[in-house]
């Protein structure tokens, strides 16, 4: 069964589903970014409605949608 298995995570994973195969977490459109410091924040993780501040420089970080979104990001 080892086999099926590995296709068939393959296959989940080839959707355009942000689901992985890892049906316990959370969907993430994205994830705040300070350019600066390369510090990442996904958007599950943060609090609040605001753009977070970066935990290393106290600049508030930019959001940036994740390659699983569909649609175009440009």
């Given at each position: 069964m080892?086999?099926?298995?590995a296709?068939?995570?393959?296959?989940?994973?080839?959707?355009?589903?942000a689901?992985?195969?890892?049906?316990?977490?959370?969907?993430?459109?994205?994830?705040?970014?300070?350019d600066?410091?390369?510090?990442?924040i996904?958007?599950?993780?943060?609090?609040g409605?605001?753009?977070?501040?970066?935990?290393?420089?106290?600049?508030?970080?930019?959001?940036?949608?994740?390659a699983?979104?569909?649609?175009?990001?440009?």
């Amino acid at each position: 069964m080892g086999i099926l298995s590995a296709v068939g995570e393959i296959l989940r994973a080839s959707t355009q589903s942000a689901n992985r195969g890892d049906s316990a977490g959370e969907t993430s459109a994205g994830a705040y970014w300070c350019d600066d410091c390369a510090e990442r924040i996904r958007d599950v993780d943060a609090t609040g409605t605001e753009p977070p501040n970066c935990p290393d420089c106290g600049e508030e970080m930019r959001f940036e949608r994740s390659a699983a979104a569909t649609g175009c990001a440009c």
